[in-house]
């Protein structure tokens, strides 16, 4: 039986030579009936079409790293923005509580180191407080609040800030929130609400 089985399996062998040797013949005859300088300019069409593929994929790698890198940058730097907000809120609270404590009480001094350190902190995370009274509204940096009439003052100028806005990188984190002068007189001096 064994006989049986290493004959089938020798004549298998065989045909799978006969087979290849066809198809190599084929591949020969082929290329032998092809001009050489067919097969060259073929070969360097495929090969610049190659490389210009492969020019592609290193330029479309190279704008992902790029984008991969900015991301990560933006990340780090904008990633504690809702913690800071947070903290914002704390540090506007313990303001408010220092600037209604007693001078004599003795928690004060605790009150404004802690808030001496979370300014500490806003400054190495680069948050900056937007500075807004006698500047001009701003609607990216501003939210008016309210409007009021004052003739000694320019339109769209902040006479007053009710909330403090802030900045981290650049950025705004949050508005400030003013009150802006509004005067409602038209070019020939008359008030428009007349």
Do not use: W
């Amino acid at each position: 039986m064994t006989n049986i089985t290493e004959q089938n399996e020798h004549s298998d062998q065989s045909e799978k030579d006969v087979i290849k040797n066809d198809s190599i013949e084929s591949n020969n005859s082929d290329i032998s009936n092809q001009d050489p300088s067919e097969d060259i300019d073929k070969i360097k069409k495929q090969s610049e079409s190659y490389f210009k593929q492969l020019q592609y994929l290193q330029a479309d790698f190279e704008n992902y790293r790029k984008q991969v890198s900015k991301e990560f940058e933006n990340q780090s730097k904008f990633g504690n923005s809702q913690i800071i907000q947070y903290l914002i809120e704390i540090y506007e609270d313990l303001k408010r509580i220092i600037d209604n404590l007693n001078s004599d009480d003795s928690s004060l001094q605790a009150i404004k180191l802690i808030t001496k350190n979370i300014e500490s902190m806003f400054k190495e995370q680069s948050v900056e407080i937007i500075h807004s009274v006698g500047t001009a509204f701003d609607p990216n940096l501003h939210e008016a609040l309210e409007y009021t009439e004052n003739s000694e003052t320019e339109d769209n100028i902040i006479l007053s800030e009710i909330q403090s806005g802030y900045k981290i990188h650049g950025q705004v984190l949050r508005p400030s929130k003013v009150n802006v002068c509004k005067n409602n007189s038209n070019k020939n001096g008359d008030n428009a609400n007349e």
